[in-house]
């Protein structure tokens, strides 16, 4: 107790870490790591909790040592601090570190940094420090953050980032890209079957399709077809193919358009 630690893990090769709880790191207002992966190409962090952490909880970061790290990070938890002068991830994939997050739980990274106004999220990617930042998020769930997954660091920034079969919700923003990164962030659900996008998606990130339904069954999209020949199957039906106008109105996404056949 009452020890500054700057990083609890840090790994120049292959890590395997499994059901550990790494909690109360730090050795400065906007420094604490529990993880950090900076070189292997097969590192996993798996089954373990992470809170209090002061910036971030697993950091995979490359352009520090030759290949650029590779991690799967699964069927871990995530607690940020919430309200506070601070700045933290659960997870960054940054410089040129790719992998997957997969089946974790990432929840109140409310931070704020007073110093420059820098602001928290449950996944930041981005290649700030060097380029190659890919980033593939699955299966999680992203809740009560500033951001839920923020990707690119300055208008520069290339990173490549795909989500999908995720909930992410009720976050400030749930998915915020600058304007060259490169993101799918189709086939999630965002809270609400018919969710305000102008307010919770920021930058270039694909949204469309996305589930309505937390349990991940029912799709919506914004453009959808009505043809009289249509049927029950039809390959899309009741989700882009539809009989009728009527049914087409209720089955697109606010904003969307209905194409009618002739």
């Known amino acids: 107790a009452g020890q500054s ?13 499994d059901g550990c709880v790494i909690q109360n790191i ?29 910036r971030i909880g697993v950091h ?18 995530f607690v940020g601090k919430g309200d506070g002068d601070w700045v933290e991830y659960g997870v960054e994939f940054g410089g ?3 992998g997957m997050v997969n089946g974790c739980t990432l929840s109140n990274y409310l931070g704020v940094a007073l110093s420059d106004g820098s602001t928290s999220a449950g996944i930041l990617a981005t290649d700030y420090y060097g380029n190659g ?3 593939l998020i699955v299966s999680n769930t992203i809740s009560g953050n500033s951001s839920g997954i923020m990707i690119g660091y300055a208008d520069e920034d290339l990173t490549v980032l ?9 976050n400030g923003v749930a998915v915020g890209a600058t304007s060259n990164a490169v993101v799918d962030a189709a086939l999630n659900y965002f809270g609400d079957a018919d969710p305000d996008f102008a307010a ?25 077809y009505v043809d009289g020949t249509y049927d029950a199957s039809t390959p899309g039906w009741g989700y ?17 358009r209905i194409l009618v056949s002739a």
């Open 162 to 170: 795909d989500a999908h079969y995720n909930l992410i919700v009720d």
């Open 60 to 77: 995979v970061r490359g352009a520090v040592v030759t290949p650029a790290p590779e991690a799967l990070i699964e069927n871990c938890l």
């Open 133 to 135: 930042t890919e980033a």
């Open 5 to 17: 630690i700057q990083m609890a893990v840090i790994s120049r090769g292959t890590v395997e870490i």
């Open 200 to 224: 919770i998606i920021e930058g270039p990130a694909a949204y469309d399709p996305w589930f309505i339904d937390e349990a991940l069954t029912q799709l919506r999209t914004l453009t959808v």
């Open 26 to 54: 730090a050795n400065h207002q906007y420094k604490g790591w529990g993880v950090c992966i900076l070189n292997g190409t097969e590192s996993v962090v798996r089954n373990s909790e992470f809170y209090n952490i002061q």
């Open 96 to 98: 040129g570190g790719s």
């Open 240 to 256: 882009t193919n539809f009989a009728t106008i009527q049914s087409a109105i209720a089955g697109v996404g606010s904003g969307g």
